[in-house]
């Protein structure tokens, strides 16, 4: 269990630290209503409209819980030139959060739409293109991200991988060498494709299902030491953290792994969003000097305030503290 004096300790840190998100931002809109009949034309439900909204998804997600923590917070990611890029600005500079676009004309800004009734998601709509970067458009990202980097200066940086055609392999290889000659403590939330492009990493976070599919394997919880220390070893990475959902945060050190249990029994509402508090409290914890365990144990809190509200919402550290 994690103190209220660590906390204070965490937050102490996080207050002025310059922290930026670099990944797939996204739009996520919930569309809520009520279902009373199926309509005549097909077996389908009818879904009386009660109210819409629209919140930031994805690496941007991410930086609004950077913010909420108090940090001063950017974001650089990969948009098209639509209204979801506008909606998405707006939703920014709501939290006072820096941006760098890298805008692609012939592409849409990712955009979820989730169809709600009665905490039931009844459907999912997505516009995406995951085509990767190439040729001068990945030249011109590169040059763009170098640039702000050097212009905001970050302490600590997450990378948010939902290998939807930003994160290239180049664009990779030049954040992580920027970081390596700056010394900026990283954080990684990968998926499949380049999961093991991060190498030297500071904190390494997929969650259970991402590390079986690496593995090729269904992986249990007795697998995670031996695989962790093989991923560290391997990749030269600090800190390996699994998230396994109900269950908690494996996480490993230099030293030897923890299962960290939560410590808080929640009714799970909506996971949405819950992977996004959760690296940006481990990442905090960490890099402000909390043991793995205890960095595990801030990380099962954010994670269990957002799976305990609807939508995609970023933490509230008064209620995690009000918790402790």
Known sequence: MITKEELKQVLHKAEGLRALVIGDVMMDKYVYGNVDRISPEAPVPIVNLHHTDIKAGGAANVAVNLAAWGCKTALIGLVGKDDHAKMLTSLLDQKNIQYGWIISAGRPTTAKTRIVASSHHLLRIDEESSTYLVGEEEKQAIDNIKSFLLQFNPQLLIIEDYNKGFLSEK????????????????AVDPKEKNFFSYRSANLFKPNLREASEARHQSLQIEDLEG??????????IDTIAITLGARGIFIRDKEAGHLVKPDRSIDVVDVCGAGDAVIC??????SSGLS????GALGNLAGAYVCSHSGVVAVNVDEIYRWI
């Open 171 to 186: 664009i990779i290889d030049a954040i992580l060498l920027y970081c390596r000659e700056h010394q900026v403590y990283v």
């Open 227 to 236: 695989v962790g220390h093989e991923w560290q070893k391997n990749q030269n």
């Open 281 to 286: 409290a481990l990442a905090l914890g960490l």
């Open 292 to 295: 793995a365990e205890k960095s």
